[in-house]
């Protein structure tokens, strides 16, 4: 039985059966960021499962394309793929167990013809249900149903999270030739291979968190999937996939190119099998929109790319030959995926490049790896530096898989960590260039000046999008290029742009630009010249050439947000004049997705009422939904309708004149919204000088203005339920409430100034007579300078006629203070020389008045040591 044939007896029969037939997905998964690839037919059907989407049907049946990662390395034997197609069967909320058996029993055993005494089945040791239906319903004998764990018989969601249950899988015996010969083998055998996984039947009844945790899901759903490459494999009695119809005509093609034959050799053998199943995946994954590239499923497609090239050397195949192999599944899979037909040549071309690009570099590095083996064998080492395998890759393009795998050859092992942190720091280098290729324009102003009179029509006016511009040039850092790869920096020139390049404060559009080969992120976009548009960005993906079409694709959401951010400048520039007045011209401005900045002349600041009449004036604005009209006309007659223009900047003869009726008319040559009312809540966020003469305001609209909103409306909801008041009420009880902190503040400096004083002075003993002069000299505890001084002064005031030294630790930091009374200046005491004596005891320095000095220091140990000197420089200035 042919594969076609399967494929069209396994739809009618569940079409038959109510279900609806379902086109394959992309293998570049929709909306699902978790996985790289669709590897299970159920990925299209998870929303669905999880009620997200409403399903087409209840009952549904697909043919489903599909690629596995894990697999990479292993492919080459013979039964590991990474391609291949899923039939299955799935119900949303309908039939469940029963049916799922039922009919995969039927048609293995009935439509397929396969004798039942080759199946057997295997279930969760948990699932009593299934257990008993295929021993009672189905007939089979306990010896071919087994009980199985969660390893065996639970299939998890296909990403972190998601859809689960347990399952039962059907198993085709191989016979007992194929066998280890054990009493206990069976289904899932770990000693052989002789019982083959053909079907398995997942019973979604569950939904797994990210904590691991397992909630039953509202409706319980089958999801079954069947390779179809293992049973035509059983139907067309073959003993490995790769003699089935679905890979045989691509192995003898490529034994034909390689004058050679399957079967030939084990190490022949095992080449064919890589290139068979690799040229299928390109093809498929290229006409999915995949092009090769360093990160993610980019890379993914490179590397096997780039492995079924190395495997065509080991063939003798020293010229492209890939590109004849994907004629080949084109015609073999063009009946069912006839997008294959579509994409034929950009796959061809895509193909082309990269076996072209990498057979430049594939022999020397052969060389270089093989070098490599030999320096380690004289060293008597096993393990390919870090360094050195990504040198292979990025002089060479070795992905760090194949040299893994000719390592493995070889007997030895590669430095992974020494590989990611050679990986890390080319990034930072990657990153460093970019900063450098965007600041380095002035070095490119030459190539700028050969492209100035390059025609470029820009129509983001009137749209965001273009599908067939054409790349007229590539300018690299220093030089113009014909193509850019995946990783390169690079300015692109189109003959028709959508995207807006920075000017008149407004900033350059964002976004991508794709070709049948390649796809450039757009991270900037400048006019270096009148009429020359320059798209700055990097190549993500693939290749880009001069000449090629491309669709060109500005990011709505960020241009939209400039839109609003720029026309509210105009309602701001009004605004003003109406508020502040005519004298408030603009002066600067910066119009960028998430705020607007306006520079305007005015010799004072916008008070708060008049900030509050600026938004009031714009957000009305906004309100009447005035519409946005843009007129080209003569600079002449633009002056005499009374259009303002910038003071300073230069106009050509014509110009664009925006006016929003009856409010605001400006020359301008920026992008703006249809009408006010999209511009959304305008909200002024400061207001400043920046130069002499010369205020600037900051504010935001739209998204952002919201954000700030909803953030203002949490915060006083908080304060409310905090405060026990409505929300009208916080202000006069935040005022109350921070006149009662004070107010205890206040209270609480005074109780701890009383209690310091009557700890100094609570014992007789602490005035003490030194040469006859009473003196306070003690360590205290006080908040802050003003509360030890406030205890200096009690003190002076106990001892009448005396000195009063203080100290304490503030913030950690030792403090001093003396105060001297009046009576006792004229003999020579004084507070300033006093505590200028003591403070480099505690490492710091201080001074004042006669009557009151202070000083602080750095060494809080030494507290102790300032106050007993205090006692001999009092000493000394009475001795004076």
Request: hydrophobic share 40%; with cysteine; glycine share 8%.
């Given at each position: 039985m042919k594969s076609d044939d399967i494929r069209r007896a396994f739809t009618e029969f569940f079409v038959d059966r109510g279900h609806v037939a379902m086109p394959s997905s992309s293998l570049v998964p929709r909306n699902d960021p978790t996985v790289l690839l669709t590897s299970a037919g159920m990925q299209q059907m998870t929303p669905y499962f999880l009620g997200l989407e409403q399903a087409p049907a209840n009952r549904m049946t697909s043919i489903q394309k599909c690629f596995r990662t894990v697999d990479i390395d292993e492919v080459g034997d013979a039964s590991h793929l990474t391609f291949f197609e899923m039939l299955g069967n799935f119900s949303v909320g309908d039939y469940f167990k029963p049916e799922a058996i039922d009919w995969a029993w039927e048609f293995l055993t009935e439509v397929l013809g396969v004798p039942a005494e080759r199946w057997s089945v295997t279930v969760h040791d948990i699932d009593d249900f299934s257990h008993d239906y295929w021993r009672n319903s189905i007939g089979l004998p306990e010896d071919r149903v087994r009980r199985l764990g969660d390893e065996d018989n639970w299939w998890g969601p296909v990403g972190e999270t998601g859809p689960d249950g347990p399952d039962s899988e059907i198993y085709y015996d191989l016979g007992a030739e194929i066998g280890c010969g054990r009493p206990d083998c069976g289904p899932a055998c770990p000693h052989c291979a002789r019982y083959l996984e053909t079907w398995n039947l997942v019973f979604m009844e569950f939904f797994k968190e990210r904590d691991g945790s397992q909630r039953p899901l509202p409706r319980r759903n089958i999801d079954t999937g069947m390779g179809l490459e293992r049973i035509s494999m059983i139907l067309q009695g073959k003993s490995s996939v790769y003699e089935t119809d679905l890979y045989l005509p691509?192995?003898?093609?490529?034994?034909?190119?390689?004058?050679?034959?399957?079967?030939?050799?084990?190490?022949?053998?095992?080449?064919?099998?890589?290139?068979?199943?690799?040229?299928?995946?390109?093809?498929?994954?290229?006409?999915?929109?995949?092009?090769?590239?360093?990160?993610?499923?980019?890379?993914?497609?490179?590397?096997?790319?780039?492995?079924?090239?190395?495997?065509?050397?080991?063939?003798?195949?020293?010229?492209?030959?890939?590109?004849?192999?994907?004629?080949?599944?084109?015609?073999?899979?063009?009946?069912q995926y006839p997008e294959l037909v579509a994409a034929k040549d950009r796959i061809s071309r895509v193909v082309s490049h990269d076996e072209e690009r990498f057979g430049r570099t594939l022999s020397a590095g052969i060389s270089r790896f093989e070098t490599l083996v030999s320096e380690l064998r004289a060293r008597n080492e096993t393990t390919i530096a870090g360094t050195d395998a990504f040198r292979l890759y990025d002089t060479y393009g070795f992905p760090l898989e194949l040299t893994i795998e000719l390592a493995d050859d070889e007997a030895l092992s590669v430095d992974r960590g020494g590989f990611d942190s050679a990986m890390d720091a080319q990034r930072e280098q990657s990153r460093a260039k970019a900063t450098s290729f965007a600041g380095g324009s002035a070095e490119r102003t030459a190539l700028y000046a050969g492209l100035a009179n390059q025609a470029v029509t820009f129509v983001g006016y009137e749209t965001t999008d273009v599908d067939s511009a054409s790349i007229v040039a590539i300018i690299g850092a220093s030089e113009l290029a014909t193509m850019v790869e995946a990783g390169e920096h690079a300015e692109l020139v189109l003959d028709t742009t959508p995207f807006y390049a920075e000017s008149g404060g407004q900033v350059g559009d964002t976004g991508v630009i794709l070709t049948a080969t390649g796809v450039f992120q757009v991270e900037d976009t400048r006019?270096?010249?009148?009429?020359?548009?320059?798209?700055?960005?990097?190549?993500?993906?693939?290749?880009?050439?001069?000449?090629?079409?491309?669709?060109?694709?500005?990011?709505?959401?960020?241009?939209?947000?400039?839109?609003?951010?720029?026309?509210?400048?105009?309602?701001?520039?009004?605004?003003?004049?109406?508020?502040?007045?005519?004298?408030?011209?603009?002066?600067?401005?910066?119009?960028?997705?998430?705020?607007?900045?306006?520079?305007?002349?005015?010799?004072?600041?916008?008070?708060?009422?008049?900030?509050?009449?600026?938004?009031?004036?714009?957000?009305?604005?906004?309100?009447?939904?005035?519409?946005?009209?843009?007129?080209?006309?003569?600079?002449?007659?633009?002056?005499?309708?009374?259009?303002?223009?910038?003071?300073?900047?230069?106009?050509?003869?014509?110009?664009?004149?925006?006016?929003?009726?009856?409010?605001?008319?400006?020359?301008?040559?920026?992008?703006?919204?249809?009408?006010?009312?999209?511009?959304?809540?305008?909200?002024?966020?400061?207001?400043?000088?920046?130069?002499?003469?010369?205020?600037r305001i900051e504010a935001t609209t739209g998204h952002q203005s919201l954000e700030r909103a909803l953030s203002f409306k949490a915060m006083s909801d908080?304060?409310?339920?905090?405060?026990?008041?409505?929300?009208?009420?916080?202000?006069?009880?935040?005022?109350?409430?921070?006149?009662?902190?004070?107010?205890?503040?206040?209270?609480?400096?005074?109780?701890?100034?009383?209690?310091?004083?009557?700890?100094?002075?609570?014992?007789?003993?602490e005035i003490e007579l030194i040469d006859g002069i009473k003196a306070i000299i003690t360590r205290v505890e006080a908040p802050n300078r003003d509360a030890l001084l406030k205890i200096g002064d009690r003190l002076r005031d106990q001892v009448g006629s005396g000195i009063v030294v203080l100290g304490t630790l503030l913030d950690g930091q030792p403090a001093l203070v003396a105060m001297v009374t009046k009576d006792l200046i004229p003999n020579g005491l004084d507070a300033g020389k006093l505590i200028r004596s003591i403070v480099p005891v505690i490492g710091g320095r201080g001074g004042g008045r006669s009557e009151l000095a202070q000083g602080g220091g750095t060494d809080a140990s030494k507290l102790d040591d300032a106050l007993v000197a205090a006692r001999s420089a009092i000493h000394d200035l009475a001795s004076g």
């Open positions: 691509l192995i003898e093609r490529a034994a034909e190119l390689a004058g050679t034959r399957y079967h030939e050799s084990d190490k022949i053998d095992r080449s064919l099998r890589v290139i068979a199943d690799h040229s299928r995946a390109v093809t498929f994954l290229v006409a999915d929109g995949v092009l090769p590239g360093n990160e993610g499923r980019g890379y993914v497609l490179r590397r096997i790319l780039r492995r079924a090239i190395r495997h065509g050397r080991l063939l003798g195949l020293e010229q492209a030959f890939l590109v004849q192999l994907v004629d080949v599944v084109v015609e073999m899979f063009s009946r006019r270096p010249a009148q009429q020359l548009i320059i798209h700055r960005g990097v190549v993500l993906e693939g290749f880009l050439e001069t000449g090629q079409t491309a669709a060109a694709h500005v990011d709505r959401t960020r241009r939209s947000d400039i839109r609003r951010n720029h026309t509210a400048t105009h309602l701001l520039h009004a605004a003003l004049h109406q508020v502040v007045g005519e004298h408030a011209r603009q002066a600067g401005s910066l119009v960028a997705p998430d705020r607007l900045r306006f520079d305007f002349t005015s010799m004072e600041a916008v008070d708060g009422s008049k900030i509050e009449a600026i938004e009031r004036i714009v957000n009305e604005q906004i309100l009447e939904n005035r519409p946005v009209e843009t007129t080209v006309m003569e600079y002449a007659d633009a002056m005499e309708t009374g259009a303002m223009a910038l003071f300073g900047e230069k106009y050509g003869d014509r110009v664009r004149v925006v006016s929003i009726p009856g409010f605001s008319k400006e020359l301008c040559g920026g992008t703006h919204v249809r009408s006010t009312g999209d511009i959304g809540l305008f909200l002024i966020t400061s207001e400043s000088s920046v130069a002499s003469g010369i205020r908080q304060l409310a339920r905090g405060l026990h008041v409505s929300s009208e009420q916080i202000v006069p009880a935040v005022v109350e409430q921070t006149e009662r902190l004070r107010a205890a503040e206040r209270e609480v400096e005074q109780l701890r100034v009383d209690l310091a004083s009557s700890g100094a002075t609570g014992s007789a003993h």
